[in-house]
């Protein structure tokens, strides 16, 4: 336990989808003026270094973010979604060379409206600390609850939000193969309390059996609880083994309805510009209650 840093990820193809995923998700959730509470239940360190530290040795932004950009620059059209997480990200930077990669406790205290709320979640004794240092930067600080606690057995207890509009990301590291069971344990208490919230969960692609069941447990759930989906993944890779991350899925639990022609623009794109192989593919899929 504990030895994951996301640092090591930040920018790479994984967390494309995600953010790219999180914003449309926000900004749709923001067409109405009442307040929105947004929980990240695994923030890690908020913002990252892409020129030192972690993310300097594992070099994954090279195939995500890094390679994203030069395929723009060799003047290949993008969606305007795609356009859009880019201005967000950079925005992070003063430099135009991108430096600084913003996890999604930055991207959403970006998005935050004044009537809004964060609360984010980290139980990495590092980790934590320099989160809170992190926030305490951002003039949106104010907004924002920071907790070091397992977000696991405390999601339930911030369910519902007041304001009874909310968004949870849910992006465990998986480090601990109990993670498949404890999200499937704070998604059925999560929809009993909160049926109506949009829940976006996170996950990687791989052939272990816990990951490869994770999204027909989650449909399961979704089902269950007569809920909308939305499955997508996003391959960049078919290697054999599996040394380094191929593919990652987003699970969406009462998705807009916006999402799904959102991604059937964007992820034919992320192939073309993040695709390393002939294996590299989409899967988007989805049902309404
Ligand atoms: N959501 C972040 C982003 O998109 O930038 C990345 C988060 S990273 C994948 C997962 C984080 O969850 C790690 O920093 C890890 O320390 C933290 N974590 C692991 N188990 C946790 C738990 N039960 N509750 C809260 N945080 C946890």
Redesign the pocket.
Known sequence: ??S???AF??GSHA?IL??LI?IHLVEYLQEKPGALTIV???????I?SLKDGFAAISKEAEGGIVRLLKYIEAGNPIPESIQHYLEIIQSENTQEELALY??????LANLLRPQDRLKL????PK?IDILRHNINQLKQSKQIDV?A??????LKGLLPPPSRRGLV?I???Y??KQ?YR?LETAMEEALQRFATGCYAI?YPGLSRREAAALPDRMKKIATHHKRSWLHTELRVENAPGERRLQASGMFIINPPWTLEANLLQALPILIKALGVDSGAKFVLKSFEA
């Open positions: 336990m504990f994951y840093r996301h990820h930040a967390d995600k953010h999180l990240d239940t695994h923030a890690g360190a908020g990252y913003p996890g999604s406790p930055f991207i979640f980290e139980l990495h980790e907790y606690e397992d977000s696991f057995s405390r990301l992006d465990p590291s480090e601990d993670d404890h996170w």
